[in-house]
T-cell receptor, first 110, second 115 residues
Framework: SQQGEEDPQALSIQEGENATMNCSYK?????LQWYRQNSGRGLVHLIL?????REKHSGRLRVTLDTSKKSSSLLITASRAADTASYFC??????????FGAGTTVTVRA | EAGVAQSPRYKIIEKRQSVAFWCNPI?????LYWYQQILGQGPKLLIQ????????DSQLPKDRFSAERLKGVDSTLKIQPAKLEDSAVYLC?????????????FGEGSRLTVL
């Protein structure tokens, strides 16, 4: 069963704008990961944030984690057409096994 | 560094037929995963191997799905007989140590259509 839940399900933005998506989960975690999936391709790891971290940056990506609210957010700044993809959060809530949410589909319009 | 290799990329079969998917993980990765991804959903873990032993197969429909990982390297996932609801992308992934705290590396997937 899927654990993390992404919100919104879909997002459409103009090139150059920022895109923000959220992930909520139910129980305690050791870490949370974000992955990207381009259409028809496999998933690519973007970033991992541990439960004792609050914020992490990687290039144009910024991830936050609020363990008190059991939520995380992924911010993509200055979006590009190549950022068009589905984004998934993955948590290790259940027996330390990695579970994926249903994803947020991001469309970046030129 | 070569990535996770999967084949075939696409397969179309009729219900009740059988199909097999193959995966070659990144060299040196001890842990191998098979995920099922139905259209519009996130990946769901079917089975996890640590070297050539099964760590978790709780969500594998064992009446029709089987998987093996010989010599702790390559793996095959078989479906026999296939049902319409098995139409999905089957993703293979590997990780270095399988502690579930590290990054997973995914292959491109094998898209199965059952008619």
């Amino acid at each position: 069963s899927q654990q993390g839940e992404e919100d919104p399900q879909a997002l459409s933005i103009q090139e150059g704008e920022n895109a923000t998506m959220n992930c909520s989960y139910k129980t305690s975690i050791n870490n949370l990961q974000w992955y990207r999936q381009n259409s028809g391709r496999g998933l690519v790891h973007l970033i991992l944030i541990r439960s004792n971290e609050r914020e992490k940056h990687s290039g144009r990506l910024r991830v936050t984690l609020d363990t008190s609210k059991k939520s995380s957010s992924l911010l993509i700044t200055a979006s590009r057409a190549a950022d068009t993809a589905s984004y998934f959060c993955a948590t290790d809530e259940v027996d330390y096994k990695l579970s994926f949410g249903a994803g947020t589909t991001v469309t970046v319009r030129a | 560094e070569a990535g996770v290799a999967q084949s075939p990329r696409y397969k179309i079969i009729e219900k009740r037929q059988s199909v097999a998917f193959w995966c070659n993980p990144i060299s040196g990765h001890a842990t191998l995963y098979w995920y099922q991804q139905i259209l519009g959903q996130g990946p769901k873990l079917l089975i996890q191997f640590q070297n050539n032993g099964v760590v978790d197969d709780s969500q594998l429909p064992k009446d029709r799905f089987s998987a093996e990982r010989l010599k702790g390297v390559d793996s095959t996932l078989k479906i026999q007989p296939a049902k319409l609801e098995d139409s999905a992308v089957y993703l293979c992934a590997s990780s270095l140590d399988g502690s579930n705290t590290g990054e997973l590396f995914f292959g491109e997937g094998s898209r199965l259509t059952v008619l």
